[in-house]
């Protein structure tokens, strides 16, 4: 019986013994049993709402309307009430997740890799369109330009170049990056750079006569059919970049594991239902979502360190 009593009291002081040196941190000066009772609160405390951060890639207002359905859809499967933003830039965007004034990011390529740097966000989801995870950014002019490809652009002086920001991945980054890499030392002294605040809005600024070339995502002038019938005619393309994987669903740093992971699950059975995939379609023309993770992005991350200190002042 002795060692039967023994052997038990030996076993319990191996395991306080085990539970002690889990922590670095003695019992005498904060017991462990507290450190890990404010640990746990930390990771399973949920926000009391949750909110989604747009950037226009069309009319802020329509974007705020169409994305209704996608708010009452969330809230009804998250359980917590889900709420739209459309944000001015990316800027915008990168600085409300680091803040954490935005929850959920739909962020482009480049705004990921920034706003990953800067605040932790996390890719959990990307864009499929067309059956692809990736896309390229295009060259655009009128249809009686003289420019007739990107070497074009590259030879002549002065031109008027259009895009959307200059966070864009594919409104300005790949593209600028492309250029630079065909001979252009100095975008601003080669062009005059005008931002339009839209893909289309750049398209429309080469239809119109107020720019020389756009550069935007391919292609955006399916976004202008209904309005202008004759926009692939009137418009003319001549020219892409590399391929650049799609946009991203994101999500600040500090949200519950568990509600991330409600969050992938919740948007990726989406591909099973027509109405929502409508909604994404109408938003950024997606036609399905994919898992992704960060490597996907590591091209990205190479562009982004040619503009990471011109882009940080």
């Avoid at 399973?44 to 209704?68: C, H, N, R």
């Avoid at 859809?73 to 954490?100: C, H, N, W, Y």
């Avoid at 065909?182 to 289309?200: A, K, M, R, S, Y």
Wanted: proline share 4%; aromatic share 8%.
């Amino acid at each position: 019986m002795k060692k039967y009593l023994l052997l038990v009291l030996s076993a319990m002081l191996m395991f306080v013994l085990a539970a002690c040196g889990s922590s670095e941190t003695s019992t005498e000066e904060v017991p462990a049993t507290e450190t890990t009772t404010e640990a746990t609160e930390e990771v399973v405390e949920m926000p009391a709402k949750l909110t989604m951060g747009f950037i226009p890639s069309q009319e802020a207002d329509k974007i705020a309307d169409t994305v209704k359905p996608l708010e009452e859809k969330l809230s009804e499967i998250l359980g917590i009430p889900v709420e739209a933003q459309v944000m001015v830039d990316f800027v915008g965007l990168v600085e409300g997740m680091r803040t954490g004034q935005i929850d959920i990011g739909f962020l482009n390529p480049f705004g990921f890799v920034q706003a990953e740097e800067r605040a932790g966000v996390e890719v959990i989801l990307k864009s499929i369109r067309n059956g692809s995870d990736s896309y390229q950014a295009q060259y655009a002019v009128a249809a009686d330009s003289d420019i007739h490809s990107i070497e074009d652009l590259v030879e002549a002086h002065g031109l008027v170049w259009a895009y959307a920001d200059t966070l864009s991945t594919s409104g300005f980054l790949f593209p600028a990056a492309h250029i630079m890499s065909l001979g252009v030392e100095n975008l601003d002294d080669h062009f005059t750079q005008i931002v339009v605040g839209g893909h289309d809005n750049a398209i429309l600024a080469v239809l119109d006569g107020t720019a020389d070339f756009a550069s935007t995502f391919d292609d955006a002038r399916t976004r202008l059919e209904a309005e202008y019938p004759t926009i692939m005619e009137d418009i003319r393309i001549i020219g892409y970049t590399n391929p650049i994987p799609n946009d991203t669903i994101s999500v600040r740093a500090g949200l519950p594991v568990e509600l991330k992971e409600a969050i992938r699950t919740a948007f990726l059975a989406f591909n099973e239902d027509e109405d929502m995939m409508q909604v994404m379609n109408e938003v950024y023309t997606w036609s399905g979502i994919a898992p992704a993770a960060s490597a996907d992005y590591d091209v990205v991350r190479d562009v982004f360190n040619i503009f990471k200190d011109q882009l940080s002042q």
